[in-house]
């Protein structure tokens, strides 16, 4: 409902269930995303699972977290309670943060690879420092990307393809008929991919943007490259 209250696009659709048992069926989607939300959960390994389960093969696995350590209690934990009004209580634990190679780990045994991480960190900008004098939070508020993951880190991991059977075409298997592209800007959507025997998508005669910034900025809306 919060959700929906702050979203002025009007064309997103919000469903209530449960992150351990999605209502959608396997092979559902091309991206999920769990931005700000590992840390909140005292299971984030089934989440994640779950999240790897409604992925079609090749699909993206977006993620942000905090890493545990005395920098980020520091920061993400007794910075918010001194700095920011009308936060909830407990809103975040140090026992909940994740390591990188925790995460990593999630994402591997719950069948996805090629797990990327990039640090990150709250952008220092007139929107930080008035935000340290008003205690309120604005919409200028932003995150960057940077090398140490030493407080937070943004990620993703690709959804493993299934092997590939005696007889499939040319040694190919496509998982989703082709969508368009993005924003008709000639860029393959994940749909366009198909699984090679190296589990890695294959876009035809297009190519996606290096690093996947294309679905990063969807993903990680008010991140920036640092």
């Known amino acids: 409902a919060i959700a929906a209250a702050y979203d002025t696009s009007g064309k997103v659709k919000y469903d209530r269930g449960d992150a351990l048992s999605l209502p959608y069926p396997a092979a559902s989607f091309d991206v999920v995303c769990a931005m700000d939300f590992l840390e909140h959960v005292e299971e984030p390994a089934r989440a994640i699972k779950e999240a790897a389960r409604v992925l079609a093969p090749g699909g993206l696995f977006f993620f942000h977290t905090f890493n545990r350590n ?95 059977r005696r007889g499939d075409r040319a040694g190919i298997r496509v998982h989703r008929e082709a969508l368009p592209p993005f924003a008709g800007r000639g860029r393959a959507s994940l749909a366009d991919a198909t699984c090679v025997d190296r589990g890695e998508p294959q876009w035809g005669n297009r190519r996606p943007r290096s690093d996947l910034h294309a679905l990063y900025a969807l993903a990680n809306a008010g991140h920036r490259d640092a």
Request: hydrophobic letters at 45%.
């Open 70 to 164: 005395w920098l980020s209690w520091l920061i993400a934990i007794k910075g918010v309670e001194w700095f920011v009004r009308n936060k909830p209580k407990h809103m975040h634990v140090l026992r909940l943060f994740l390591k990188p190679s925790e995460v990593k780990a999630m994402c591997e045994r719950a069948g996805m690879g090629s797990v990327t991480m990039h640090g990150s960190r709250p952008k220092i900008s007139r929107a930080f420092f008035d935000m340290l004098r008003t205690g309120s939070v604005s919409s200028e508020f932003e995150f960057v990307f940077t090398r140490s993951t030493l407080l937070g880190f943004t990620g993703h991991a690709r959804r493993a393809c299934p092997p590939l």
